[in-house]
């Protein structure tokens, strides 16, 4: 008797089919992999602090541009990210965006932090978002990445300290409004 050997389909997808499904709300795919989270009452807390402050500052005279949540940001042929919350200085129309938001918000969640830090970090970074905020639930505070420098320079912005950007003239966000 002869042995027979048995391939193991890949689970990954394309990008591409990705967006021809119908997931979940909250599905993402990262490294052709769908994950689907279900946040919880607290991150969607967060998620509309900051994305009320990016939408405060877009709208001021100083501000342009537009910030949301979700969507489909198409980073690579394996990854469809959509942030919790983002700022564009061009805002995109229609279903997807080949390329990342200038500024990405994740907040954490214990299902996604990992990727969070880890592979979606990366490929932010890789793709060119200008700024990732992670935010940080248990330690109350804010990493924030910047393009073009170091993976492990994240500046940490925490409790009594103030959120700003370069991408963002005079916008500023208390940490402890965030969390409050």
Known sequence: MTAMAVQAQDPRISAEDFLTQDYPIGSELIDGVVHVNDASFRHNRLCR??????DDWASSPNGHGEAGWGGNWVLSAGNVY??????AAHPPDGTRHDGPPDIAVEVRSPKTWMLDIGRKRNEYLRSGV???WLVDTPANTVLVYRKDEDLDDATEVGPGEVLTSPLLPGF????????A
């Open 130 to 132: 200008g700024e990732l």
């Open 82 to 87: 959509k942030p919790d919350v983002w700022w």
């Open 172 to 179: 500023a966000l208390p940490i402890d409004e965030v969390f």
């Open 49 to 54: 602090r900051i994305l009320r402050a990016l």
